[in-house]
């Protein structure tokens, strides 16, 4: 019998302990508070369980998801080739490499430098020879042993000297020689046949396709070999599949996220640079071009990437996704009516986005609905 009196005593403890608990977005015990007609009794024994929220605007991204490939920025892009006929003595790079303007790639033998010297050597002699013909000219006119039109001759026989020498000059820059070596070559004091093929842009080696010994050709193929290839790396092209009926939607300058299958938590973020103008015939897809930074060099050309546009954005009325409860395909949520008291409200949903749920009808911002605890409520009647 003692007992049965000391559990009594505890029971009554135990209730009253319940029912002095409680606070904003908690529910307390029946006895705490008489509930509203209509609305549901807090669920006895869950105080602190049930969260209370009030929907927020939220912007709603539209987005188009699919799958593309990384490729280099070939605006950023330069290919090397042979400037001259010759065979390779030295290679001064290595793919992997970073090249500044200027830097030395390779060193070829060419007998078609020897040739062009020769032949601006040659341009600067004629030079002379026409202009001292001008000078004699002029004197044989003053003299009235010749004819002014022999002069004329002789003006224009100096002009036609001048621009092959200028002729001569620009193939020997093409070919790398600098301007301060004209001087001996002229004076036919510089015969070296020796070629140095340097990097017309800064970047970074991504391809060699020559090593030394190799015999490389000038202007015999209509696609000539590329030695070298060097591209800027902080920014790539991503090539995305958009197809048919999503072409409409698609804009340039709309923001692009671009993620590796690998690593999906890390996104590289860039905009809509180019649309194709024809839809490719085999995959029915159309080729969109966006410019994205490379900061990292986790990008590389041929890796396949999945790609997420932005087409449009909406400010929509939002909850958390476990806010709503559905039964039989019927969306409703419970409102706070007053204290410690609830009322079912059924919704008309949207899109899910973000672990938020759009809402189109139903609800206002200045509700109060449950966020977190519903369960307990339905357990307790709803």
Not at 4 to 14: E, F, K, N
Not at 213 to 234: C, E, H, K, M, R
């Amino acid at each position: 019998m003692g007992n049965i009196t000391v559990r009594a005593v505890l029971l009554i403890g135990w209730i009253s302990a319940l029912a002095s608990a409680g606070g904003d977005g908690a529910v307390a015990s029946p006895l705490a508070a008489k509930p509203t007609a209509g609305a549901a009794p807090a669920a006895a024994g869950s105080p602190g369980l049930v969260t209370v929220v009030r929907p927020e605007y939220r912007t709603r991204v539209t987005t188009i998801e699919t799958t593309g490939k990384v490729q280099f920025n070939e605006e950023e892009l330069v290919r090397v080739t042979a400037p001259v006929t010759g065979r390779v003595v030295e290679v001064l790079a290595r793919p992997g490499e970073s090249a500044e303007p200027g830097r030395r790639l390779l060193v070829i033998d060419s007998p078609d430098l020897g040739a062009a010297k020769a032949d601006y050597a040659k341009a600067v002699a004629d030079v002379e020879r026409a202009r001292h013909a001008i000078d004699l000219a002029r004197d044989l006119f003053e003299m009235k042993a010749i004819s002014e039109r022999e002069v004329k001759a002789a003006e224009s026989d100096n002009r036609k000297a001048v621009a092959e020498r200028e002729r001569a000059a620009s193939r020997l820059g093409t070919l790398g020689v600098p301007e301060s070596q004209l001087q001996g070559i002229a004076s036919r004091a510089d015969a070296n046949t020796l070629v140095v093929v340097r990097s017309p842009r800064s970047g970074t080696i991504v391809e060699r396709n020559i090593s030394p010994g190799q015999v490389v050709s000038y202007g015999q193929s209509d696609t000539p070999l590329n030695l070298f290839v060097i591209a800027d790396l902080s920014r790539m092209w991503v090539l995305a599949d958009v197809y048919e009926p999503d072409v409409p939607s698609v804009r340039r300058g709309q923001p692009v996220s671009v993620t590796q299958p690998c690593c999906p938590g890390e996104r590289y973020l860039g905009r809509v640079d180019n649309i194709a103008d024809a839809i490719d015939k085999d995959s029915r897809t159309l080729k969109v071009r966006a410019v994205v930074p490379n900061g990292s060099r986790s990008l590389k050309a041929e890796m396949f990437v999945k790609v997420a546009i932005d087409t449009s954005s909406s400010r929509v009325l939002t909850l958390p996704a476990e806010a709503v409860q559905r039964r039989e395909g019927v969306a409703s949520v419970l409102l706070e009516t007053g204290p410690h008291a609830y009322e079912r409200r059924l919704i008309k949903t949207g899109a899910e986005f973000d672990g938020l749920v759009e809402v189109l009808d139903g609800i206002a911002p200045t509700d109060r609905v449950v966020a977190t605890g519903g369960i307990l409520l339905r357990q307790s009647g709803q």
